[in-house]
Nanobody, 116 residues
């Protein structure tokens, strides 16, 4: 079992930046995959970015070049640096962790609102 706590959300103007953090309750060193997802108003939850245990990253086309995912195993935290934010990035952002190929866990989410 692992608990995930997201933080760093808030209200920002278009073009601004935010950094989200996802703190895990135990070591993330061996977690095979950690990712950020988002769910906008009236939309389905979608993948934003993920990072493997070896550091390989993958991004949704809509955020490529603007968002960067990273992980710091020393403090059991995954980050999402979001730059050049757009109103369409407004959503609740969730952290997800895969401890193996079957078990995965979600955080409670953090709200990001981008005003135009």
């Amino acid at each position: 079992q692992v608990q995930l706590v997201e933080s760093g959300g808030g209200l920002v103007q278009a073009g601004g930046s935010l950094r989200l953090s996802c703190a895990a309750s135990r070591s993330i060193f061996s977690m095979i995959l950690m990712g950020w997802y988002r769910q906008g108003p009236g939309k389905q939850r979608e993948l934003v970015a993920h990072i493997t245990s070896s550091g390989t990253t993958n991004y949704a086309d809509s955020v490529k070049g603007r968002f960067t995912i990273s992980r710091d195993n020393a403090v059991n935290t995954v980050y999402l640096q979001m730059n050049s934010l757009k109103p369409e990035d407004t959503a609740v952002y969730y952290c997800r962790a895969y401890t193996d190929y079957v078990r995965n866990y979600w955080g409670q989410g953090t709200q990001v609102t981008v005003s135009s």
